[in-house]
């Protein structure tokens, strides 16, 4: 589920339901097949984000003609619309940290062995050369 704010209000959205009869309306409306819908929405295609504000409407009782937003009758501005995921920013999309050096990465040649590994120890020339 998604919170959309649209002008200061917040309406809930299923983006995990399109029903067809929805989808196809979205399509002739927009003159768009509706995966390209999907794919124009997050590229920040206003026209996608006029059909999207036009569905949460819709599904939330507030119907508005779509050629109302798409012609200014109903004005909205980019930054009228807001949309998160319920219950705060999705958890799965936040990276867990600052990224740090792999430890599944072999090491070069040229690194220094461990003591005990059986190893030679390198030459001082190539201490010089060790991964950071």
Not at 58 to 66: S, Y
């Amino acid at each position: 589920m998604l919170k959309v704010t649209i002008k200061g209000e917040v309406y809930p959205f299923d983006n995990e339901r399109y029903p067809l009869p929805e989808a196809i309306e979205l399509e002739e409306k927009l003159g768009m097949p509706f995966g390209e819908w999907q794919v124009a929405l997050p590229r920040g295609s206003a026209r996608a984000l006029a059909g999207f504000v036009w569905l949460v409407l819709k599904r939330n009782d507030q119907a508005t003609p779509l050629a109302d937003i798409l012609t200014g009758v109903f004005p909205l501005d980019e930054n009228d619309v807001t949309i998160e995921a319920e219950g705060g920013e999705d958890p799965t999309a936040v990276p867990s940290g600052p990224p740090g050096p792999s430890t599944s990465e072999p090491s070069p040649t040229s690194s220094i062995s461990s003591p005990g590994s059986g190893s030679t120890s390198p030459s001082p020339t190539s201490t010089s050369s060790s991964v950071t």
